[in-house]
């Protein structure tokens, strides 16, 4: 093994799917910067084709997963040998108050389009033989608190689906993951941050005391796209500053 190179990716193919924004736009650009061509895929044209000026080897592609036409079509974009999938919404209410039209949006993005997604790129890589399949859960598949029901259980569900896919595909040679985010700084968090109280309790609970970077998450997704995550498959990495592992509602005083 040359652990010089067990990051690198010259000659794989990759498609991120959500790379216009987040936590996608900064896995397109790690696994393009370790030399992977870099299909960057997004529902948002505009964003993407932003990414893409940051990509030397890439190409945008306009891709609405909730579309099954459109996710079947990515068969034809040729061999693929990492898939990294990010899109999801939340609708932050109490069960009490969610609508059935709510939760059927909610469903539709982060189960049944990644689930489309998911059997997708699947198909293609089994075929192959070889392939990893990288997913986003939340931290809300494990902590969750009120107004995080729909959300938390897609992401609960996700993660089963990620096990399933592991044992099916994993005779093929083809590695299903999946990260588990804490908060993180992205669009999909700015209206919590813009609320002082919220944004300070959040980064309080974690260890590290701090929201993360979106640049903080491409680094698990470069692991389990790579050569340096050979063995690992149906796995979930947690990357939360601690979130998860700590108690955080007390700090009982401690002799000196
Ligand atoms: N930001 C956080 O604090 C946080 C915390 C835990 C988990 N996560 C998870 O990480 C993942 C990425 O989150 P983010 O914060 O980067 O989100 P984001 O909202 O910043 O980016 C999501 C991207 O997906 C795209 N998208 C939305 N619907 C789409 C569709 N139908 N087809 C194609 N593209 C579509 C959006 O245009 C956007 O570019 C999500 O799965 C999210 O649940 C995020």
């Not at 029901?149 to 993660?159: D, F, I, N, R």
Request: contains cysteine; charged residues 20%; proline residues 4%.
């Amino acid at each position: 093994m040359d652990y010089s190179k067990i990051f690198r990716l010259d000659n794989k193919r990759a498609l991120v799917i959500g790379a216009g924004s987040g936590i996608g736009r900064e896995c397109a650009l790690a696994l393009c910067a370790q030399g992977a061509f870099v299909i960057a895929a997004d529902r948002d044209m505009a964003s993407v084709q932003e990414t893409c000026k940051d990509i030397p080897h890439g190409q945008a592609l306009e891709l609405d997963v909730t579309d099954a036409s459109q996710v079947a079509a990515l068969a034809a974009l040729g061999p693929l040998d990492i898939v990294v999938h990010t899109p999801a919404i939340n609708v932050r209410k109490s069960i009490l108050g969610y609508t059935l039209e709510e939760f059927d949006r909610v469903i539709a993005l982060n189960l049944r389009a990644t689930f489309d997604v998911l059997r997708t790129a699947g198909a293609m890589m089994v075929k192959q033989g070889s392939g990893s399949i990288v997913l986003f859960s939340s931290i809300r598949a494990a902590a969750t608190e009120p107004g995080q029901s729909v959300y938390g259980a897609t992401k609960a569900g996700l993660e089963s689906l990620v096990r399933t896919a592991a044992a099916e595909f994993g005779p093929h040679n083809v590695r299903v993951n999946v990260i588990r985010p804490g908060v993180v700084e992205t669009p999909l968090t700015q209206q919590l941050r813009a609320n002082e109280e919220w944004n300070s309790a959040y980064a309080q609970k974690s260890a590290l005391g701090r929201w993360a970077k979106s640049e903080e998450l491409a680094g698990a997704a470069l692991y389990l796209a790579s050569d340096a995550s050979t063995f690992v498959t149906g796995s979930t990495i947690t990357v939360d500053g601690g979130w998860t592992a700590i108690d955080g509602r007390y700090t009982p005083p401690l002799p000196a």
